[in-house]
């Protein structure tokens, strides 16, 4: 190399520069590990490997997995991106002599969450909530994110880089779209479950007192119906617009309301908002808080609002990337936001609430116990 010629980024080591050729590299490839995640979940292999006890090799992974004959070779490709990636641990084991060391993948905490099983011990399969974030309505709503950024808001289809891109909102597509439609419910109905469960566990004490408690916009009533059967002191009822009760089966465990939630809250002592807020703007979360705290104030004893969303900031440099990017989901999706503490202050007070606790427990997500 010609001496005289500067090396780029004078000030910086040769290995820091190559570090961040390789880092950057890897940021622009990263929709690669999204879309082989999303192929090894359609494949089933979390579950072929929890079905050989947590751990398989290549060819025992090959005779479970309905691959076309001629691209049975790339599937260790896939594996190993996936496994320097930490969603499998991968393991060589020696040959001897001078053969090659067979290559065997493992379950580890990542992947397990993907197990589709009935009989695992975990709290929920998030192999949906993998499916809906990778599928092609999210990931062309993506791509019109720097158009969304150079185009000024001219009525609702340029509301968010999804309503760009589909000509309507997330709900209005899911209305006219019954896969995408089953597709979002249940990847809805899994994070539901997954969170509800570490909720009533290390939360029991925010639920102590409570004798009645309304899940607003709570879906298909996952949430409620963990919430009854860990307290079951507790009557709980599930708020959501008329077309979403309608097709929820009543099974006696909660109570099912058809109801606009910016109009009516329908009494309790607890309103529960589960991952409600982030699709809103601050104006219509004040409103949306107003009303709950009206339906909270109904008797001698002011109850309370419990709120699972997240709130920015974490010293876990995983977790804040986990929230920092839900953030640009719901900017993507519905032009919502992840707030930061001080964001959901100045909510809570200009809704009528005196004082809040923030509980984080729930990792890149937390509870809000809010007070009148």
Same mark, same amino acid.
């Given at each position: ?18 570090? &961040? ?8 490839? %990263? ?5 082989? $995640? =999303?192929? #090894?979940?359609? !494949? ?45 641990? &991968? ?8 053969? %090659? ?5 493992? $379950? =580890?905490? #990542?992947?397990? !969450? ?65 896969e995408f439609n089953a597709l979002f419910n249940g990847a809805m109905g899994a ?29 298909n009533g996952t949430t409620a119906r963990t919430i009854a059967e860990a307290f ?141």
């Open positions: 190399m010609d001496q005289t010629t500067a090396m780029p980024m004078v000030g910086t080591s040769k290995a820091e520069l190559l570090q &961040a050729d390789a880092e950057l590299f890897c940021h622009t490839f %990263a929709y690669l590990k999204s879309m082989a $995640l =999303n192929s #090894v979940v359609k !494949l089933g292999i979390p579950d072929v490997l929890h079905r050989c006890g947590g751990a398989a090799s290549l060819p025992e992974l090959l005779s479970s997995v309905p691959l076309h004959p001629s691209k049975r070779p790339y599937l260790g490709r896939l594996m190993k991106m996936l496994a320097a990636a930490g969603i499998f641990t &991968a393991e060589d084991i020696p040959a001897g002599g001078d053969g %090659a060391p067979t290559t065997v993948y493992h $379950l =580890n905490t #990542v992947s397990r !969450l993907l197990v589709d099983d009935a009989g695992a011990n975990r709290s929920s399969c998030m192999s949906p909530c993998v499916l809906l974030g990778t599928t092609n309505l999210f990931v062309s709503a993506s791509l019109r994110l720097h158009q969304w950024l150079l185009t000024e808001e001219e009525g609702a289809t340029t509301d968010s880089p999804f309503m760009m891109a589909h000509g309507g909102s997330l709900y209005g597509v899911g209305s006219r779209d019954p994070t539901s479950e997954f969170v509800a469960a570490l909720a009533v566990h290390e939360c029991s004490e925010v639920f102590a007192g409570i004798t009645s408690l309304v899940d607003v916009a709570g879906g079951p002191r507790v009557k709980c009822s599930v708020l959501d617009l008329p077309q979403v009760i309608q097709g929820i089966s009543p099974d006696g465990t909660v109570e099912l309301v058809a109801g606009d939630m910016m109009e009516f809250v329908p009494p309790a002592d607890a309103v529960l908002l589960k991952y409600v807020l982030h699709n809103w703007s601050d104006q219509d979360c004040v409103k949306i808080l107003t009303r709950c705290r009206q339906a909270i104030s109904h008797g001698a004893k002011a109850g309370k609002v419990i709120i699972i969303d997240t709130v920015v900031g974490s010293p876990s440099h995983q977790i804040l990337e986990g929230q920092v990017t839900m953030d640009l989901a719901m900017m993507m999706l519905f032009n919502g936001k992840a707030r930061e503490e001080h964001n959901w202050h100045k909510m809570f007070m200009e809704a009528g609430f005196s004082h809040y606790k923030i509980h984080n427990v729930l990792g890149m997500r937390s509870l809000i116990e809010v007070h009148p």
